[in-house]
């Protein structure tokens, strides 16, 4: 039996990956790195308080076998670009390279569609540059799972997203072919549960998912 640790638990994805997580046989342990109490109890289920600025701290504690980062921010909630760098690159990296020194074998992230570290877009760019750093910390296997649009019911409400995937409910049936397939929206649910199901078909060094590869594993 495995240990998984977590990094992002109370996001969209992540709240649905630690389900999955807490339900698999496969782990006798999950820890889950958060800044609140998730007022949650599981037998199996370990909690550790923090962020990106103690996360040394606790390095005696970031102990697994597989590690998975569902981390991430929005613009509206943190407008400081140097800061929205910390959360979306330094805080996945740190997480990861703390994780791999202690022993981790296997590495989950979750990143976005076109993650390219040459685009002039900010956001793009920040999630290649993440890619690039995880990939170079040479994990004996490193999964990439890069949605589009992630859909679901979120706690939070966002107007102009509402708004968006009635616009995208329209022209998403386009998006044939593999070339635009990528582009396709994923449930936040159903990125969770494939990631969960990845761990258990590693054959590759390096491995990408788009929207294809990801419903290949539910």
């Known amino acids: 039996m495995k240990k998984a640790i977590l990094f992002g ?19 006798e342990q999950v820890t889950i790195v958060i800044r609140k109490d998730l007022n949650i109890q599981y037998p199996k289920l370990k909690m550790l308080i923090g962020d990106y600025t103690n996360l040394p701290e606790l390095k005696e504690n970031i102990v697994a076998d597989d590690v998975f980062i569902a981390l991430g921010t929005t613009k509206k909630n943190t407008p400081n670009q140097d800061k929205y760098y910390q959360v979306d690159h330094d805080y996945p990296v740190l997480a990861a390279k703390i994780a791999k ?7 989950f992230l979750v990143t976005a569609v076109g993650a390219n570290i040459n685009s002039s877009v900010f956001y793009i760019r920040t999630k290649g540059e993440v890619e690039r750093d995880i990939i170079a910390l040479d994990f004996d296997h490193t999964h990439i799972f890069r949605p589009s649009m992630i859909l679901g019911m979120r706690k939070e409400k966002r107007i102009l997203e509402k708004v968006f995937l009635k616009i995208w409910a329209v022209i998403e049936p386009l998006f044939i072919g593999k070339r635009l397939s990528k582009y396709r929206g994923i449930e936040a649910k159903n990125i969770a549960k494939a990631m969960q199901n990845a761990a258990k078909h590693e054959t590759k060094k390096t491995s990408i998912y788009h929207w294809e590869e990801m419903n290949a594993l539910l």
């Not at 020194?101 to 590495?107: D, F, H, L, R």
């Open 9 to 27: 638990a109370s996001g969209f994805v992540g709240s649905y990956l630690l389900e999955e997580l807490l339900k698999d046989s496969n782990y």
């Open 101 to 107: 020194q202690n022993g981790a074998k296997s590495v």
